[in-house]
């Protein structure tokens, strides 16, 4: 697919992209970064963490690529031993061997 793209084009995306990442990051590093932020704006950002794992996690669960997007019972038990496990515990690490081996061990045998 590479061959059908221009080489000029390809460079000047691959330069915007980084641009542009280093501006998104420069903003919180370089300008904001010596300043003491107000506390709404702490507030918020206490919850990225939080939302980052399940944004990742959610379309592998709901549209696997493995099953063609069609949801299935190993992916599906996984969350839910990881999610449940996850608010017993309030342990993410253990959250996440649970849903780890929830889904190998359904992988395994329902084949």
Known sequence: ??????????????????IGSFGLRFVF???????EMPEWLLRHLRY????ILPALVAPQVIW???T??????PRISAAA??????????????AIIS???TLYTLLWLLG
């Open 29 to 35: 590093t370089g300008l904001v970064g010596d300043r």
């Open 64 to 66: 696997p690529a493995a």
């Open 68 to 73: 063609n997007g069609q949801p299935d019972l």
């Open 1 to 18: 697919m590479i061959e059908n793209i221009d080489r000029t084009t390809l460079w000047i995306v691959i330069l915007g992209l980084g």
């Open 48 to 51: 990225t963490a939080v939302a």
């Open 99 to 101: 849903g780890a081996i």
């Open 81 to 94: 031993a990881a999610l449940a496990i996850g608010v017993m515990t309030k342990n993410v690490l253990l």
